[in-house]
């Protein structure tokens, strides 16, 4: 590097020094983020009125604060589900509301006479059926299901009721018959046609399908045909929202574990920074060991690299190299370095700097700074063995 060209930059360097504002120069920002790419403690009054972050700093925390609104406005848009309407073929009737009919004592003994009794009832009851006189035959049914209380009378009043629409009463009775004969394909069939008629189409498909499976008849395929198709669509309806229940149950879980993860990475970088900082206040330099550099560079490298050459010899290069490396610097560098050593090629020699930046590299050199006898552990690594042989020749040892 030519000599006026050195004599300038250590110039400016001291400059620095002495009056760190000089740094707050806009056209100098490329220098101080280069500065702060090497984690060096740049002072505050290099930084402009109002800015006494680095920009490193300050872009994370944008990044953070990104991330965060992203995740509420994600979050914000997931807006409760409203079901649509199912569009539905078929008539209702209006609910029946009136009082229980009268239902059988089950446990009572039903002696012959009234078994007698509820069989005249039965007769006439039926013969009122088919003459359409429907109260009598709900008087006549009831009078038999008092006297013996039977799946078969419970069925038949329930298919009185039926006729009558009053389909909550057919219910009841369709019920008390299934109790008392869980395989009455009646009691199925007119509770599912009173389920039809109040617009329960599933329970209606239930009941019929298993009434037409003991004893099919055309009346029974004629009822199934008309609320099979109300069923399937409030089937597919349930299916379809429950999947976007389940699928926006998933992505709140999800935006929890991505919002955790952001949070705990954050908190990683941010200890991460400050021990960087903390790293890059600690006094540093070259202090010289036994035979080496003696006093290291006093105040950090001329120029504003305080703690020593940036990203390497942490600490100094303790003992220097006692007994000289194998292949040169013989003898270590007693005094602090020989005359003819000429530092500015190191510090001007961009691969060196860039090597004194890598662990890997600066881990092997304090290995062989420690003991030299450890230089051949490091001669097949294509990294090191590089650095250490321009060291050497920059030194004015053997190539």
């Known amino acids: 590097m030519d000599a006026a060209k050195v004599k300038e930059l250590k110039q400016f360097i001291d400059q620095c020094k002495s009056n760190p504002s000089v740094l707050a120069d806009p056209s100098l920002s490329f220098f101080r983020d280069y500065l702060e790419s090497l984690h060096a403690k740049v ?35 997931e807006d409760e589900i409203v079901e649509s309407d199912i569009e539905l073929e078929g008539d209702i009737v209006e609910a029946d509301n009136d009082p229980p009919q009268k239902m059988g004592d089950s446990s009572t003994e039903v002696t012959d006479e009234k078994r007698e009794a509820a069989a005249e009832a039965k007769a006439k009851a039926m013969e009122a059926i088919s003459e359409g006189k429907l109260d009598e035959a709900i008087e006549l049914s009831t009078e038999a299901i008092m006297l013996n209380p039977s799946a078969i009378m419970y069925a038949t009043r329930a298919s009185v009721y039926i006729k009558m629409k009053k389909p909550n009463a057919a219910i009841r009775d369709a019920t008390a018959a ?33 009434a037409s499976k003991i004893d099919f008849d055309e009346e029974i395929a004629a009822v199934l045909k008309k609320v099979e198709p109300n069923a399937l669509r409030i089937e597919e309806h349930r299916r379809k929202y429950d ?105 001007n020699d961009p691969e060196l700097m860039a090597a004194f930046s890598d662990p ?40």
Do not use: C
């Open 360 to 399: 890997e590299v600066m881990a092997a050199l304090q290995d062989v700074m420690k003991n030299p006898a450890n230089l051949a552990q490091h001669q097949a690594n294509p990294k090191v063995a590089p650095i250490i042989a321009k060291m050497m020749a920059k030194f004015g040892g053997p190539k």
């Open 243 to 347: 999947r976007l229940r389940r699928e926006r149950e998933e992505r709140k879980v999800e935006r929890v574990r991505l919002r955790r993860r952001a949070e705990a990475q954050a908190a990683y970088e941010k200890a991460k920074k400050e021990e960087q900082s903390s790293s890059s206040e600690r006094p540093g330099g070259m202090p010289g060991g036994a035979g080496g550099m003696p006093g290291g560079f006093p105040g950090g490298m001329p120029g504003g690299f305080p703690g020593g050459m940036p990203g390497g010899f942490p600490g100094g290069m303790p003992g220097g190299f006692p007994g000289g490396m194998p292949g040169g610097f013989p003898g270590g560098m007693p005094g602090g370095g020989p005359g003819n050593v000429d530092f500015s090629k190191i510090l």
């Open 43 to 77: 002072p505050p009054d290099a930084y402009r009125e109002g800015k006494s972050e680095p920009r490193a700093s300050v872009v994370e925390e944008s990044e953070e604060e990104e991330q965060r609104v992203e995740v509420e406005e994600k979050e914000e848009e």
């Open 178 to 210: 299934l109790e008392i004969n869980p395989d009455s394909a009646k009691g199925y069939k007119t509770r599912g046609m009173a389920h039809a008629m109040l617009g329960h189409w599933e329970e209606a498909v239930h009941d019929l399908h298993v």
